[in-house]
């Protein structure tokens, strides 16, 4: 966990650096100062790391929309960069008024020194593109826990699971790398809160749902409220539009993101293990096993591929799974065999071959 905390601080303290040379690069671009050998350091530093690119096309966007000038001056000329346009974004952006942002920009346009005007985009940028707090959250074996976001979201968080948070003054984000997670998202219409697992994308701003990684799949079940699902972006883009589900609905994705129909699904059933009881109808037995083994010590494994697919319908309590293990061997040609670090399940002609 160190390892990755402090593998964050260096990528945040790398794209500081990144952002105050590009700062540094626009002011001198456009104080009228720049020269050709200066212009050809500039795309040197340009086309060193897509990272340079993406965080000076950043910058001088918001230098666009503020300025707000049809004609102004091409001087990157940095391939993609789209035109100047009088949208409204600079006043969603930044808070101002039509008036005030006539006022600021013929200060800006009227001469503001290089320093002066270093400071104006440094600040936009900084309110824009806020720094991104990052934290992880994770559960042990047969542990649950209750999360209080910093934007008052609740997330429940299961047993063996684990999420990583992201957040800002203008982002909501949580990727759940493992397990199962029930979200009670506080609304906020300016700021989409998305969660990523896998190759799959959730948006809301604000509902109760739950998403649990699977060992082939990912589940969204709505309690209320919706939500979009989609795969995410830039993985088999155009394959599906995104599903928009409503309360009473769920919706599977394969690991790769593909979607399935969206279903109705039983909340008894789906919500159970908040509750500290699983429940399945018809499920595959490896979605169980995978399940099961989030609350035990001694974990279970299944002897052959065949086992896996089987269909099981069973209920029982979290902290009781050696209950499902004893159903499992009465209702199904099974043996449960205890090997000491794990529990195996195989085949009864399998058994008998090898005695």
């Known amino acids: 966990m160190n390892d990755i905390i402090q593998g964050d601080r260096l990528t945040i303290a790398r794209h500081d650096r990144i952002e105050k040379k590009a700062r540094e690069w626009l002011v001198y671009l456009y104080s009228g100062t720049a020269d050709n050998r200066g212009r050809e350091a500039f795309h040197c530093w340009l086309n060193q790391s897509p990272a340079h690119l993406k965080a000076y096309r950043a910058l001088e966007q918001i230098w666009r929309d503020l300025v707000l000038i049809d004609n102004i001056e091409e001087v990157a000329s940095i391939p993609g960069q789209r035109p100047a346009t009088a949208n409204s974004r600079a006043f969603s952006v930044f808070g101002l008024t039509p008036a005030q942002f006539r006022n600021l920009r013929s200060a800006i346009v009227g001469g503001l020194i290089a320093a002066s005007l270093m400071v104006v985009i440094g600040t936009l940028f900084y309110q824009f593109y806020a720094p991104v707090k990052t934290t992880y959250y994770s559960t042990g074996i047969g542990k649950k826990d209750n999360i209080g976001l910093p934007d008052g979201s609740v997330v429940t968080l299961g047993a063996d699971s684990a999420i990583v948070t992201r957040f800002s003054s203008h982002h909501r984000e949580v990727a759940l790398t493992r397990g199962d997670a029930y979200f009670d998202v506080a609304h906020d219409a300016a700021r989409v809160f998305k969660i990523t697992v896998s190759n799959t994308e959730i948006r809301v701003f604000g509902t109760e749902f739950d998403v649990k990684k699977g060992p082939h799949d990912v589940r969204v079940a709505v309690a209320r409220g919706k939500v979009e699902v989609s795969t995410a972006r830039g993985q088999q883009r155009g394959t599906r539009p995104p599903v928009r589900l409503y309360a009473g609905e769920q919706v599977i994705a394969q690991l790769n993101g593909t979607l399935?129909?969206?279903?109705?699904?039983?909340?008894?059933?789906?919500?159970?293990?908040?509750?500290?009881?699983?429940?399945?109808?018809?499920?595959?037995?490896?979605?169980?096993?995978?399940?099961?083994?989030?609350?035990?010590?001694?974990?279970?494994?299944?002897?052959?591929?065949?086992?896996?697919?089987?269909?099981?319908?069973?209920?029982?309590?979290?902290?009781?799974?050696?209950?499902?293990?004893?159903?499992?061997?009465?209702?199904?040609?099974?043996?449960?065999t205890n090997m000491g670090s794990f529990i195996m399940i195989l085949p009864k002609a399998a058994v008998k071959k090898s005695l």
């Open 260 to 336: 399935a129909q969206k279903t109705g699904f039983n909340p008894a059933t789906v919500f159970s293990w908040r509750k500290g009881r699983l429940v399945y109808v018809n499920v595959p037995l490896a979605e169980v096993i995978a399940d099961v083994n989030r609350y035990r010590k001694i974990p279970i494994r299944i002897g052959t591929k065949s086992l896996e697919t089987i269909r099981v319908t069973t209920s029982f309590r979290s902290g009781n799974s050696d209950q499902m293990l004893a159903g499992l061997a009465a209702t199904e040609s099974v043996t449960i």
